[in-house]
């Protein structure tokens, strides 16, 4: 059975989770994790709690928190367990990047080159790419003219409401800011439950 003073204890001194990753497989860090903690008492505990007076709501608000905490940890153990192999993605992601924008940069100028010749060829008839196939082979691969719908944005006022979409971060930033009048929106007050944990 879980036992939330003896989780609150170990989390006090930081030795729930203490587990070592280096050289684990993700098998046995999963089996270790599962063995360190188990959860099923704990859910079942807190879904079958019921809050009926003061001190079962007080029993409600201290499992809540001590559920946070374990979270916490919990999250803590997994970014110290990646930590690394996140240093090592960021670093091979940075020098990939910079290749690929170099490679995209030859890419993108070679093709409106292409697309300038074959034009020019076109309108003076001195292409058989163009009057005959519309495509062209080389050893790598071939190059087809192809048509196709694209779109461009000429007055965002005219633009159909079903084409549109709200940019939630912009308005939950405004409200911080002390906005308070949007047209088409309704902003009030909720009260919610903040809790916060006591270390």
């Not at 599962?34 to 409600?60: M, R």
């Not at 890419?107 to 163009?130: P, V």
Request: hydrophobic content about 40%; aromatic content about 6%; charged content about 30%.
């Amino acid at each position: 059975m879980f036992d939330f003073e003896e989780a609150n204890e170990a989390i006090k001194k930081n030795e729930l989770l203490n587990i070592e990753a280096g050289g684990m497989t993700i098998e046995q860090a999963t089996q270790l994790l599962v063995k360190k903690l188990d959860l099923t008492p704990l859910i079942s505990k807190a879904s079958n709690h019921a809050i009926e007076n003061e001190e079962s709501a007080s029993q409600a608000l201290s499992m809540s928190l001590q559920a946070r905490k374990i979270r916490k940890q919990l999250d803590e153990t997994r970014l110290s367990i990646i930590r690394p192999h996140l240093d090592f993605q960021k670093a091979i992601n940075k020098i990939v990047k910079e290749y690929e924008a170099k490679l995209e940069e030859i890419e993108t100028n070679l093709k409106m080159k292409l697309d300038t010749y074959l034009q020019q060829s076109a309108s003076t008839n001195n292409s058989s790419f163009i009057a005959q196939s519309k495509e062209m082979f080389v050893e790598d691969g071939k190059l087809t003219k192809v048509k196709k719908w694209v779109w461009e944005l000429e007055n965002e006022t005219l633009v159909p409401r079903e084409y549109l979409c709200l940019d939630t971060k912009k308005i939950d930033e405004a409200i911080k800011q002390g906005v308070r009048n949007i047209p088409g929106l309704k902003i009030f007050e909720k009260e919610e439950i903040s809790m916060r944990i006591k270390n």
